[in-house]
């Protein structure tokens, strides 16, 4: 049972050009939302979240859009760089402290 | 502040041998976690502490897995008689009152 899907396992953009990651989920009791970004042989680094009270949460070059009613949330980077390539996890939880729920990843190539 | 800290980065062991993996969570942080990944997938939970209790255990968590966490600091998690399905990487993180959960560089295990 997935309750997170990431269904790009991969993407490829341009540098300078816009990234568009994308993730579904399936428990309406999830109420908060983080991408992590994670590089070869390294833990998940924590990048950027959304509570379920918001639409949208920006941070620099990154913004998390949440689409509640499509349980549906998406991660966008612009512009993006070389160095953005990575695998980008979608994770969920129910509540505060609870364990976090991840999707599949998303493997984000930037070419120069 | 340090990060999450975990120890060893590496280990390859042979089938039937017990491993043990070291966390140092963030200091402060009540809250400790372990997470499993193997290639193509997301991290998987495998178990949860707040202070020195263990609260919730995957059924990932089989009865040759144990993981402790003492004096509410450090955690050990402990794979007993491994198999060649243990091998994955072995994730810790950590997490205060707030919502984000960092994790550490991670541990990987080969079972030959």
């Known amino acids: 049972d997935q309750q997170v899907k990431q269904n790009s396992p991969s993407l490829s953009v341009q540098e300078g050009r816009i990234s568009i990651l994308n993730c579904d989920y399936t428990?309406?009791?999830?109420?908060?939302f983080l991408w992590y970004k994670k590089y070869p042989a390294e833990g998940p680094t924590f990048l950027i979240s959304?509570?379920?009270?918001?639409d949208k949460n920006e941070d620099g070059r990154f913004t998390v859009f949440l689409n509640k009613s499509a349980k549906h949330l998406s991660l966008h980077i612009v512009p993006s760089q070389p160095g953005d390539s990575a695998v980008y996890f979608c994770?969920?939880?129910?509540?505060?402290?609870?364990?976090?729920?991840f999707g599949t990843g998303t493997r984000l190539a930037v070419r120069p | 502040d340090t990060g999450v800290s975990q120890n060893p980065r590496h280990k390859i062991t042979k089938r039937g041998q017990n491993v043990t993996f070291r966390c140092d969570p963030i200091?402060?942080?009540?809250?400790l976690y372990w997470y499993r990944q193997t290639l193509g997938q997301g991290p998987e939970f495998l178990t949860y502490?707040?202070?020195?209790?263990?609260?919730?255990k995957s059924r990932l968590l089989s009865d040759r897995f144990s993981a402790e966490r003492p004096k509410g600091s450090f955690s050990t998690l402990e794979i007993q008689r491994t198999e060649q399905g243990d091998s994955a990487m072995y994730l810790c993180?950590?997490?205060?009152?707030?919502?984000?959960?960092?994790f550490g560089e991670g541990s990987w295990l080969t079972v030959v």
């Open positions: 502490f707040q202070n020195e209790a263990q609260l919730e």
């Open positions: 959304i509570s379920s009270i918001k």
């Open positions: 994770a969920s939880r129910r509540s505060s402290g609870d364990k976090l729920t």
């Open positions: 200091s402060e942080h009540n809250r």
């Open positions: 993180a950590s997490s205060s009152r707030a919502d984000t959960i960092y």
């Open positions: 428990n309406s009791m999830f109420d908060y």
